[in-house]
């Protein structure tokens, strides 16, 4: 039953308790990539001339793909890193130079290897890779000229003054490539130069300042006018702060005439938290429209456990999606990995429980990835779909958080007295995005959760964080790694993350005026925040909270809960939601952004509609929590306990289905005639223009047909779990196209979802949502899911 408290008392509880082409134009210096018609023919050729198929299974035909070859007809080169020694194994070489056409050092050419002492060059173990190279008709990457990691002693140990240091630089690149001059086709001159979002403090930086990069490149130039000159880094793939800061770098290097011909995407992808691929291409849109190349120069992807089917597909989809971009956009000119065999990888020695990113597996044998690249590139130049995602126009985002105008400014002190807070609306933290598969609330309340309500006045922010937690950890490495709280504002040019240990004030905020304050209990916390306006009425602007958890310190974070779905990078100025200061006239969003929509994943299992909702079966769907409470106009957070009601669900598909159940948890169960008087779920979707309704009353099992789709609902005896299951495959013709388009990854699908609890008839106590929003409005749809 719905208890009608204050909110005063419900926070004490808690705290107590396409169609557009992209394979021209992208502006870079490139040749006949467009030349669609002469690449599929060669192709063709090629692939004819390859070794029979290897084994069928699923009806796909797994082709022996040349892969080199195969890459060099769309003028790409495909390349791996390598080690001297490994050239002794037969099974290794014979990979190498059977399936790729460039290689890349992995250590070699890096300045502790190659130049240990001042006056010594030692070239003889990277001479061995170029000799291999050149034997083999492989091209040379070189990597890496300057870097911050692997440098010799005698560099480090010294003080050096800016001119005997850009000396030693000088002395360095143009000993190293002049004696590759010719051999070495690409250079990464200079390497991971930037830390976050701003100059990484190495000793090239600290000692010669930032045009440290443009001397960098004005020698390689002179040392070799032929080789392409570029920068490299990692977590520059999307479009993020740290790329932001990559783009003016090269913008900046550009104008001050520099000899940068391209810039290196390093592409070290967790398949726990994969890129996002649009985000990918249009990043790399825009460095391609300064005329830049662009190269990945580094692509693994890791797994935490070992293999499994399901790992294995993601794997595949992965590295076969990045081929498809590399192959399909012109200024991409090299898709080289970091390394090719399972057997030799820095994986396992770098990351903990983590392995199995290449493409072949110990014994050499082709895996699943290698197929997915082979079947991108015999496919060739697409249009590519995340043009038509890009364009923002036609999204429709859930609704902002609202913080509205404070009349009594709250006093931060941590204590939740008088009634400050009570004209604020409160949201959830409910969103873990720790697991970006399953991101429904802690199962076990006490775990961690947490409620939080905004207001404004002038200039600033004020919040009241409402934290439930049965450990409170405060003291470990990291500071990201204790319990903590975070908010992020991200306003035009401005991004702040501002994070507050239990007990603790924020961190820092060197730009803005704040202050946080924790009650003795770490159970409430008070904040304020200076915005980047000092009128804040009625502007919206990217904002997001996190409330993170941590029991032990070798588990590392167990929870970080948002108020929104997303990828957990908020902190690089991705996937936040937005803030509305309520005000008479709303002022419209200067900038593009949307709330992330949540993500329909594709599943190899198919699970059962029994209505069990066995989680084994719903294992690779997505997950997440139905947080919000569309019809209490103040406490829009659902419940905190899972008593009086509680709701999650998990959804997926494959290519002709879309399937998904709802735990529900309820006190009381109240199911009549009419509908109005009953429990029930209520799902829209739209269909790539085909609306889609699922009303199912709680114990309601039906299946019928709508337009030739076949729609399934069933009930557990309890009505505890739900499940429910479209089915396009018996649709005809041209309704059949469309609604398997639908379910075809990148599209977004407009999706309301409802879970109606009635306990007297008539009268409606809850209506859950995974979206924020109210009740009252006459609205279709109410937040966006994206098919993976
Ligand atoms: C790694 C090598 O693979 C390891 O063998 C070595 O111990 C450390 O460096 N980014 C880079 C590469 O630019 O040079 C790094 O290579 C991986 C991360």
Known sequence: MKKFLSLLLVLTLLGGCSNTTTTTNDGAMNEEKDDTVLVTEQAAETLEEAEPSLTTEDGEVYQDYPLKELASNHNLLIGACVEPFYLEEEAYVATLSKYFNVLTPENRMKWSFIHPEKDVYAFEEADKLVDFAMENDMKVRGHALLWHIQNPDWLLASEWTRDELLAIMEDHIKTVVGHYKGQVYAWDVVNEAIDNNAWRDTIWYKTIGPDYIEYALKFAREADPDALLFINDYMVEEENLKSDFYYDMAVDLLEKGAPLDGVGLQFHIDMNTPFDNKSIYSNIKRFADLGLLIDFTEIDVRMSGTPTEAKSRQQREIYESLMDIAVSMDSVSSYTLWGFTDKYSWIPGYFTDQGYGLIFDEAYAPKEAFYGIGNSLAKGPQELPYEKMLDMSNRLSAKAMIAKKASTIPTIDGLETDKEWDEAIIYKLAYNQINSND??????????????????????????????????????????????????????????????????????????????????????????????????????????????????????????????????????????????????????????????????????????????????????????????????????????????????????????????????????????????????????????????????????????????????????????????????????????????????????????????DVDEEGIIDYVLSPFNGDYTEEVQYRGEMEIK
Request: hydrophobic share 35%; glycine share 8%.
């Open 439 to 756: 991101q429904r609330s802690p199962e076990n309340i006490s775990d961690a959760s947490g409620l939080f309500g905004l207001l404004y006045k002038d200039g600033y922010l004020y919040g009241i964080v409402h934290r439930k937690d049965d450990r409170t950890i405060g003291s470990y490495g990291e500071s990201y790694q204790n319990d903590n709280v975070e908010v992020f504002i991200n306003y035009n040019k401005y991004f702040n993350q501002l994070r507050s240990l239990v007990g603790k004030d924020f961190e820092n905020n060197p730009a803005r005026d704040s202050l946080a304050v924790w009650n003795e209990e770490g159970t409430i916390m008070e904040f304020k925040i200076s915005m980047p306006e000092d009128d804040l009425s009625g502007l919206t602007m990217g904002f997001n909270m996190a409330l993170s958890d941590s029991d032990n310190m070798s588990d590392g974070r167990k929870y970080q809960l948002y108020p929104f779905a997303g990828s957990n990078t908020s902190y690089m100025g991705k996937d936040l939601g937005l803030i509305w200061f309520e005000g008479d006239t709303p002022r419209p969003v200067s900038f593009e952004q949307v709330i992330p929509a949540l993500q329909i994943r594709s599943t190899l299992i198919h699970p059962e509609l029994d209505g069990e909702a066995k989680e084994i079966e719903w294992m690779e769907s997505s997950g997440y929590p139905m947080a919000y409470d569309l019809y209490d106009e103040r406490m829009k957070a659902s419940p905190v306990s899972h008593e009086d009601i509680y709701a999650d669900f998990k959804i997926g598909h494959n290519d002709t289905e879309l399937y998904g159940m709802v735990k529900r948890v309820d006190d009381v169960t109240l199911v009549g005639d009419d509908l109005m008087f009953s429990d029930r779920i209520q799902i829209n979707f739209n269909m790539e223009g085909y609306p889609m309704n699922i009303t199912s009353k709680v114990g309601e099992n039906k299946t019928y047909e709508e337009s030739g789709i076949a729609i399934q609902t069933i009930w557990n005896t309890d009505g505890s779990n739900f499940e429910f299951l479209i089915d396009v495959s018996q649709a005809s013709g041209e309704i059949k196209d469309q609604l398997m388009s639908a379910l075809s990854p990148n599209t977004i699908l407009p999706i309301n979802m409802m879970l109606y």
